[in-house]
């Protein structure tokens, strides 16, 4: 079935240290992916996505390509801030607009 | 921007009450989504609605109704609450048209402690 696999967490890096978070998917399909953020006491919001093979999404700093050989889409930054702490979700889209979400990436940068 | 609001933001209730959660978009959007969030788990799917009147269960139905009378509102239902309802609940809408290409927009959440 639909699955998708995220680095467990929580990560914690120093402010300016490079950032890697790990996603694999298993679906049918091309699905579309993202990933979202959730700031503590918020909802989630969207931070990139990528709707094709080789696509690379990217804001705020964060990047990601979506790798279709590997089924992954790896999210990225080279330098991390303290309010970049936050919980990270990987997700992808399914025909009928339904997401399947990741169990949550939490990261802490310290200063 | 599109803006989805949650009717309460903490709620109490006592094991046995029936439990009302409302989400309201003010997009157009003919998606709308109930999940709960926990620690651990993820986002877990409980119903989902495409259109008004129209509802799909999700990946954890149990315990739980929906309602979706107006386009803007969709609600959920907790016909007799439990402890192991206790959670954050998470509304979210999309846009139909091309749906597998679309984000999904979240209300802020609603912590639900069941006693």
């Known amino acids: 079935g639909n699955s998708v696999t995220q680095m467990e967490g929580p990560v914690t890096l120093s402010e300016e240290a490079f950032l890697t978070i790990n996603c694999t998917y298993t679906?049918?399909?091309?699905?579309?992916l993202f990933w979202y953020v959730q700031y503590p006491g918020e909802g989630l919001q969207l931070l990139l996505k990528?709707?094709?093979?080789?696509d690379k999404g990217s804001n705020k700093g964060f990047e990601a390509t979506y790798r279709k050989e590997t089924t992954s889409f790896h999210l990225e930054k080279g330098s991390v801030q303290v309010s970049d702490s936050a919980v990270y979700f990987c997700?992808?889209?399914?025909?009928?607009?339904?997401?399947?979400f990741g169990d949550g990436t939490t990261l802490t940068v310290k200063p | 921007d599109v803006k989805v609001t949650q009717s309460s933001r903490y709620l109490v209730k006592r094991t046995g009450e029936k439990v009302f959660l409302e989400c309201v978009q003010d997009?157009?959007?003919?998606?709308m989504f109930w999940y709960r969030q926990d620690p651990g788990l993820g986002l877990r799917l409980i119903y989902f609605?495409?259109?008004?009147?129209?509802?799909e269960k999700g990946d954890i139905p149990e315990g739980y109704s929906v309602s979706r009378e107006k386009k803007e509102r969709f609600s959920l239902i907790l016909e007799s609450a439990s402890t192991n309802q206790t959670s954050m609940y998470l509304c979210?809408?999309?846009?139909?048209?091309?749906?597998?290409?679309?984000?999904?927009?979240f209300g802020p959440g609603t912590r639900l402690t069941v006693l």
């Open positions: 979210a809408t999309s846009v139909r048209s091309g749906s597998s290409y679309n984000e999904q927009f």
């Open positions: 679906a049918t399909g091309y699905p579309s």
């Open positions: 990528a709707t094709k093979a080789d």
């Open positions: 997700a992808f889209n399914t025909n009928a607009g339904k997401s399947t």
């Open positions: 997009m157009d959007h003919e998606n």
């Open positions: 609605s495409y259109d008004v009147k129209m509802k």
